[in-house]
């Protein structure tokens, strides 16, 4: 794959040379007319997976004024041709003015990566393919903000570290950090105001509804299936097994249970002040379809319980959340749903300038990240977080599949003397692909 966009790198050497070689005017739409940035001073952005969520990702930094999506990649070419038309329409304006030459497309990750023009990358594949797409484009020089979860305990830990070693900013992204009505509940639990804090209950959604039919069908045309399934272990293509539905498969994720628990739980370690830590002990009973393709726990009724004394719930009775403390309560119930408490005192409490005001950026997760790439500090979800709360959803997997309590050593990162349960942290991967 070719480039023929005037990069960021290379725009001011480009206009200097021009500028030698003979009289050059450059339009205003090319320098960034009407408060946009130039080429220059933006963040070059690469797209990987542009359906579902990713159709959200990429429609928000198309509004961010200093990021420039380049290139979007994607194994459906019906998908991919989309994204290529939304970026380019929203950029008519200074592809007119040859300020913008295009949006490419590639169906293979590996050529947006190795591009030495892109700054970072924004990764909305499924979840089989977060962590090993992080790592080879951390490798390569880029930024990562990357969709949650990440598939096992072990690829979690090596994402961690990866960024850790490489000195990369790394956003998990989810919007939970930036939106109000999470933030005020875990300040008021961090600051005491419902007392010692004892106990936390989590609803997540339940499904999927039906088993998934497993019939294999052909492949569509274009459709890169041996790329979709990459790392994962080969299966004949079915149109239940990819898209949307990936997420009831464990090859390639593991059900409700991370998807939604990235969302609450992190809210929930986050009032407890464990989101780089986690609980001691879990166990968990759980209900999973028969007959068809889905294997993943659709209901699911799980406990936690931390070092500090704290005993977190969770199940599948739908989106909410509930702080339980010796002095009152705070929560909610129904996704972003405003805040409760037992009291007005506490609802309304001013959590004062001496008191623990915690990270946010109100202005959500893209924008976050595209500031923590100009200053090099951590976004308000950084990798270590976001590994540590998939790792409640896998252990609670591991809890449900044995149908018993399992020890947690959150320090470790094992199960206490439990060789049986430490086979579900880990995964092999397809070859040719390996972390």
Not at 81 to 94: D, G, I, L, N, R
């Amino acid at each position: 794959m070719q480039s023929n966009r005037l990069t960021r790198r290379s725009f001011l050497k480009h206009t200097a040379v021009a500028a030698v070689a003979a009289p050059y005017v450059i339009s205003a739409a090319a320098l960034g007319a009407a408060g946009r940035p130039s080429p220059s001073n933006r963040v070059a952005v690469g797209l990987i997976g542009v359906g579902g969520e990713g159709t959200k990702n990429l429609r928000c930094y198309l509004t961010q004024p200093d990021a420039q999506a380049v290139a979007v990649c994607e194994v459906d070419p019906q998908r991919l041709a989309k994204a290529k038309q939304t970026v380019e329409t929203h950029y008519a304006a200074e592809m007119r003015a040859g300020g913008y030459k295009g949006c490419d497309t590639t169906a293979d990750f590996r050529d947006l990566i190795a591009r030495p023009d892109i700054d970072s990358v924004m990764i909305s594949t499924p979840d089989h393919w977060h962590v090993l797409i992080s790592v080879m484009a951390i490798r390569a020089g880029k930024d990562v903000q990357c969709e949650k979860p990440f598939l096992t305990v072990q690829q979690g830990r090596f994402l961690a570290d990866t960024v850790k070693r490489y000195g990369a900013v790394f956003q998990t992204s989810t919007e939970d950090r930036s939106l109000a009505v999470y933030h005020r509940m875990a300040e008021l639990v961090r600051n005491g105001r419902i007392g010692k804090l004892q106990r936390i209950i989590v609803g997540l959604p339940s499904g999927p509804g039906a088993p998934g039919d497993p019939t294999p069908q052909p492949v569509p045309e274009g459709f890169d299936y041996e790329m979709w399934l990459g790392p994962a272990p080969w299966a004949p293509y079915c149109s239940a097994r990819t898209h949307w539905n990936f997420r009831w498969i464990f090859d390639y994720s593991g059900g409700m249970l991370p998807d939604w628990g990235c969302h609450l739980f992190d809210t929930a370690q986050w009032g407890n002040d464990t989101d780089r830590s986690g609980p001691v002990e879990v166990e968990g009973v759980g209900e999973r379809h028969t007959g068809g393709l889905y294997d993943t726990f659709y209901k699911f009724n799980l406990t936690y319980r931390y070092a500090n004394g704290v005993e977190m719930t969770a199940d599948s009775s739908g989106p909410a959340i509930r702080f339980e403390g010796t002095d009152g309560w705070v929560g909610n119930k129904g996704w972003t749903a405003p805040v409760q408490a037992s009291s007005p005192e506490i609802l309304h409490s001013v959590i004062g300038p001496g008191e623990l005001h915690l990270f946010t950026c109100p202005a959500g997760e893209h924008r976050n990240f595209l500031d923590c790439v100009k200053t090099r500090n951590d976004p308000y979800f950084p990798a270590e977080i976001g590994h540590r709360v998939s790792t409640l959803s896998h252990i609670g997997n591991a809890a449900m599949t044995l149908g018993r309590k399992l020890r947690w050593n959150p320090d470790a990162e094992q199960f206490v003397d439990d060789p049986e349960a430490n086979r579900y942290l880990s995964r092999a991967m397809r070859a040719p692909w390996h972390l």
